[in-house]
């Protein structure tokens, strides 16, 4: 082993002791680990590659028993075996179901079901599974009408998911899941205020430390009038002024609740209609974080923690949280969360925004067991860059490289969602 | 030589012994290979690097002796040096025309022009240039009209390009082309599925294995109504219509035909208008894969091999191709067939893209001595890319990484193209 | 130390021996070098990232005394020591104000303060610096109505500054310093054609040697004619065509003074509103030098460097300074001058744009020590790139790879400004 390859392996090594926080999961605390080996090989990005490589979607349906469902990914997984997805599952099963080989296929499919059986039904794997991902809390992605009970909310911390509210609020049912949840019958732009409110303060008392919204790339938020709110609340072909002005508002409630903004920008969803469930989402590279300069302009005391889908834009990013005290790089979002995407955006983050405006990473997932192989491939980039750009090339020690491995993956976090 | 070195260089040579498929050229198959120093250097890589350091296009014009053409881009060629398109073409000497220095200038001319005369007078050089460079199979890029005959189309395979078709139908020539090649004079939107029914006829039982277009970075595929076509057909205002159309009608019969579809997106032609002879095309950037997006879901039965000009949308690339099931990536073209950029796409495209979904490089050659040169920059990338985000980062034995070379090189072309 | 390493550190040393040319610059030449800390700390790229990290720009208001903004600076700097910004304040102090240890706070404040009043307050400081930092000749940044007396223009290069001319010509401050450096009031287009030619007769005389302008995204050039100019100049809401119109004469001025104009593409200005002083600028990616393409072919007798703010369109400036004679690629500028994006500029427009039409670098200083810690990070990037991609990869000699670098920093400079 080279020098280098020592050093960025210490690095590594001293960065998996780092106790993390994952500011942004789709964790469900009542259910948060998986039950089956269903459960993992049914996350998106395992079904939408078998598809893509052949399998089809009747395959992957819901009347399908689950074991089947895996036995045609399992099948299909050898066609995308180079794909760093692949890996976290072949790290899942190495990790947490006693594989022991590199390479796994339908051959493997009714010993891995069974040790996933075994092991996903230990009385204790909920915790064993955090202690062995080194993870303290897990921000969710909560619906405005989640209850937000029946779990630790130290544990998994509730953020409040709008863009229900945001894009959908024409659909009936989200009217009516939103005046159960609030008891108000939004008619008009005050109504909407007084409902939206309600949801704030329903989650700021249940230990919600965010609010978050994904975004379209066209997207470009602007004020709206009460009056203009409120006529496109009642003209259903007025879906832009709709959205720019809800979105708006729950810009003034984070404000207000002292809560940052989670902004997902960049997803155009349902672009391939045939799709696998969550599986159709897709990007268009033209778009620019200038769009969100009157929002950054208008909200000085809102934290805005931005993540991006494109990494053309990546240099965007980097800029604006170089220069609005508001804006703050988040993380390394779904077809940026590549090797390959995250040294290149990572490297750059390093070199030129603030260390205490990076919010380092997130898992997204939906499973907890997904929290290790996500954070182990994020941290062997991140323990290269350290080892190249700071202790190489600027003589920094490996302590204060640690250091700052520290503000990404724990500290930053912890101030920026005021989680004390 | 450190380890990594080492293996990098194991990895290239074992690499270097598949057997390739080129899956796009611009060969002429009753001339494939340079006659001359002249056919090298008069390609357009040369001349507009000439041009651009200072040769004035008169100088390269057709009433200059060759041999002259040939010593006034050498003279120009010191201030290129640098470039890896000058590689190109110091490999093809020191290889093919035994030259034994690092520098070639103009007081090369007479020393090399005589060695290609007889070098490449040989009988068997056109069998001795494809065992060197190892090729087996090599995709052709034939007009319409081209009747496909007097050539080995094992060998050379037909493929039916269409630009001419798209954008070029208003223009007489291109017309009675048409009429020629088909006995149809195209007067409406029928008559045009007639005669374009005849050439994928025409070329199909020539042995072609694909249909190939580049397209300008505003261009969005819709489907046009028969009544609309016809209308675009005889108005020459409406040329985006009738290429949109067009466009379509040609997909339709890849899915008839089985034929995959190359789509080359992303070129401007003419953007300098008093550059050399095939110098004169750049890009926009602003462009996206959504501008496809109902041509994806439209035609599910159609492979789409994509290249795209412009890096800044490599992301973009990786993400449609890891989600819909008929986009294929394909090479690295013109602009972007860099080192530099090679690099940064293929390792993303290797880290999240399916494997048998890349085709990895093709050659883009005029004539057959291209091929050894542009196959061994793009192999030694493609090693060190393997070397270390499969070899060392995921533990993959060196075996193993060369099986999924010969995906990209090879068998993913054998499958697509169905070429057995 | 591994072979590469001593192979980059190798070329990098003797590339610090080319004496450079910094062909952009923003020095006062009649005050180059600093008198006090606060000249340095005062540099934008400092109180904005102190800013970002929550510094009020009340604390860096002119009624603050100089040294407790410095004090503010440095007690804020340690949330972004991690930036290559913060590298080149600490590469300042350790080279020329006596600092030795890797981490700079406020403690030393005091310490720094009065070495720095010291240090700079020698009579032979400014030499001492040229010296030092190696470098020849500086090219300025000039107001139009600069007297350009005072000072030595081979030394200190004069660089008309157009940005007034193009887009505040409206202003009436603007008019009125336009009237009085050239006794025209301007009426009309004719009057503006005769002002902007004493301008240049006034710059040429007094040695300039290039002409300088930073231009919007969306700015696309094209030809006015002298009514609809006349008509824009006096019409307050025509500020488009106004700037078009007066930048197309600045082109043609630049042909018949034979003046090179660097362009520097990209920059949204007062995009963050209350941002610090020079702290407000960003950009958006959304661009393309397509939008140049009349200009570039219809002034093939002028040299443009270009600079791009946005490294997304890097490509883009490579093919079309590969493709167009009169396109020159031109440092690293602003957002794009960090070291991770550099890397990915450089080693592309190394592999792909003529040697001879590429200036390396320039400072962007406003005052003369930030050339050294600014040079010293580009010749690192520019050494590894040599080493890697033309000594190891190319086969290339060190002196060969040092004679590229000469080009880059010294002689491409010469030759495209006519400097002898």
Tied chains: 1, 2, 3.
């Excluded at 182990?376 to 700071?390: G, K, Q, S, T």
Aim: hydrophobic share 40%; glycine share 6%.
């Amino acid at each position: 082993m080279t020098d280098l390859a020592s050093l960025e392996h210490d690095l590594e090594a001293a960065v998996e002791s780092i106790l993390l926080i994952d500011p942004h999961s789709h964790i469900n605390p009542l259910s948060p680990t998986a039950k089956s080996l269903d459960d993992l090989l049914g996350y998106h990005y395992f079904t939408e590659l078998a598809h893509s490589v052949g399998m089809s979607r009747d395959a992957l349906g819901p009347e399908i028993p689950p074991k089947e469902v895996v036995r045609g990914v399992l099948r299909h997984m050898e066609r995308f075996d180079n794909t760093v997805q692949y890996s976290w599952f072949l790290h899942i099963a190495r990790e947490f179901l006693g594989f022991t080989r590199q390479r796994i296929g339908e051959a493997d499919c009714d010993a891995l079901w069974e040790a996933a059986e075994r092991v996903f039904s230990r009385p204790d794997w909920e915790d064993e599974v955090l202690r062995r991902s080194n993870v303290e809390r897990i921000f969710l992605t909560n619906d405005f009408d989640d209850p937000l009970v029946g779990f630790d909310t130290r544990r998994y911390v509730p953020c409040l998911r709008t863009d229900d509210l945001v894009f959908h609020l024409d659909k009936p049912t989200v009217g009516s899941r939103l005046a159960e949840a609030t008891g108000i019958e939004v008619g008009d732009a005050y109504g909407l205020r007084r409902a939206i409110g309600k949801l704030f303060e329903h989650f700021v008392s249940h230990g919600a430390k965010a609010c978050a919204i994904s975004l379209p790339p066209r997207f470009a938020p602007m004020p709206v009038s009460p009056d203009a709110l409120t006529a496109a609340l009642r003209d259903p072909d007025q879906s832009a002024v709709r959205a720019m002005g809800t979105f708006w508002m729950l810009a003034e409630f984070c404000r207000d609740f002292r809560l940052p903004f989670d902004l997902m920008i960049g997803v155009n969803r349902g672009v391939y209609r045939q799709g696998v469930y969550q599986g159709q989402d897709l990007f268009d590279q033209r778009t620019s974080l200038i769009l969100y300069a009157d929002l950054f302009n208008g909200f000085p005391e809102v934290t805005f923690c931005v993540s991006i889908l494109n990494s053309a834009q990546s240099q965007e990013l980097v800029a604006y949280a170089w220069i609005f005290p508001n804006v703050v790089t988040s993380g390394h979002w779904w077809y940026a969360n590549v090797p390959a995407y995250i040294e290149t955006d990572l490297r750059a983050r390093l070199q030129a925004v603030p260390k205490t405006k990076q919010v380092g990473y997130y898992s997204d997932a939906y499973k907890l067991e997904f929290i290790l192989p996500k954070y182990a491939m994020y941290r062997r980039v991140l323990a290269r860059c350290l080892a190249r750009d700071f202790v190489i090339e600027r003589g920094w020690s490996e302590s204060e490289a640690v250091d700052l491995a520290r503000l990404l993956l724990r500290d930053n976090a912890r101030r920026i969602f005021h989680l004390d």
